[in-house]
């Protein structure tokens, strides 16, 4: 590498980190000082709340404001330079603008290398920790969102419920069913079933339990109330609210295909946040593209007249993204679609800005 890619590589590696670590304290600051009565009353030690909340925070955090941070980056030195009169200085000395603008990626394909690691495998090891310390000291609670859920326990055996409360272990007009080479062998209907700890057993009220042979022959059984075991618990029905960002890509892949099987209705929630570790920070490259082309142009206004417009851009960016996603789950469009989109149209307004860039 010359001495302008070094220049250039190291004013956008310095500056971005000094500007994620300045994010990350600020927002330290604010959950500190929001959580700090839960914090107190959860009476952990506060090596505890350093090492496996607030250090895990940071990771989780740097890595979900990386992108929009880079952009700002380049906006910043970028700009700077242009104002300084350093790119037309560059450009007036022979130097394509196609050679100005290859230390930028350089330094960007560092920085995506460095967030495909943290986002797939670094970034959910840390989140399972944070997670893990809520759970022991601040009680994170098990959600459920879904109503009309169908869960396979195990090969043949599907659960259901039309409602289903973790606080409680209990559920709303709860069924039964068992299917043994494509029949129908035993259906069981209630209007309510609770986990018993004591007993480790499910206790189902007014219970209505259909049994069929092989000859297709019905039997009728009811029970005003039925203690069993089932190979179920809550966590089939109720999720710990972004578990799935405590999950590596292989995990999180496993547990997609489960919640396929058990006809999970959030499945392209799921899917979204696989496919967003990947294409989230390829959109470094796009946004770098972009950056470079607005911020390179000595023009009134400054650095001011370039934040504003990488404002407005990170913004369109991010409505665009939500409309893609939202669609994916409400509309039924494949999730890696969803998430691709906004880079795929945005690298076309990159292109554009590349060519009427000042060269």
């Known amino acids: ?9 190291k004013r956008f590696l310095g500056t971005f980190f000094f500007m994620i670590g300045a994010f990350v304290l600020i927002a330290v600051v604010f959950d500190v000082s929001e959580n700090i ?5 959860a009476r952990a030690p506060w090596y505890r709340i350093v090492t496996d909340y607030y250090i895990n925070f940071c990771f989780y955090f740097g890595t979900l404001l990386s992108s929009f941070i880079i952009f700002l980056t380049i906006i910043w030195f970028t700009s700077k330079l242009a104002q300084q009169s350093e790119v037309i200085a560059m450009l007036s000395g022979g130097v394509s603008y196609g050679r100005f603008i290859r230390p930028y990626f350089i330094a960007s394909g560092i920085l995506v290398a460095l967030l495909l690691v943290l986002s797939h495998i670094v970034v959910p090891m840390a989140n399972r920790q944070k997670y893990d310390f809520e759970v022991n000291y601040i009680k994170d609670p098990v959600t459920v969102a879904e109503r009309n859920m169908h869960r396979e326990l195990e090969p043949g055996t599907i659960a259901y419920f039309y409602a289903f409360q973790p606080a409680t272990i209990s559920g709303d007009n709860f069924s039964l069913e068992k299917w043994k080479d494509g029949k129908l062998t035993y259906k069981l209907i209630a209007s309510s079933a609770k986990f018993v ?13 259909r049994t069929f042979d092989e000859q297709g022959a019905k039997t009728l059984e009811l029970r005003a109330e039925l203690d069993t075991i089932l190979p179920m618990d809550e966590h089939d029905f109720g999720l710990r609210s972004e578990i799935t960002s405590a999950m590596n890509y292989k995990e999180l892949s496993a547990f997609i295909e489960a919640q396929k099987l058990g006809g999970s209705g959030r499945v392209a929630e799921f899917e979204v946040e696989l496919h967003n570790r990947t294409a989230s920070p390829f959109s470094i490259f796009v946004l770098t593209l972009i950056g470079v082309s607005i911020a390179s142009r000595k023009q009134r206004g400054g650095i001011g007249a370039h934040l504003m417009m990488a404002v407005i851009i990170g913004f369109i960016f991010v409505f665009i993204a939500r409309i893609t996603t939202v669609s994916s789950m409400n509309l039924g469009f494949p999730a890696w679609v969803a998430v691709w989109v906004p880079n795929v149209l945005f690298t076309g307004v990159g292109l554009f800005l590349y060519s009427r860039a000042q060269k």
């Open 1 to 9: 590498m010359k001495k302008l890619d070094l220049y250039i590589i």
């Open 37 to 41: 009565d839960d914090l107190m009353n």
């Open 197 to 209: 700890p004591e007993s480790g057993k499910w206790r189902i009220t007014n219970a209505q339990i």
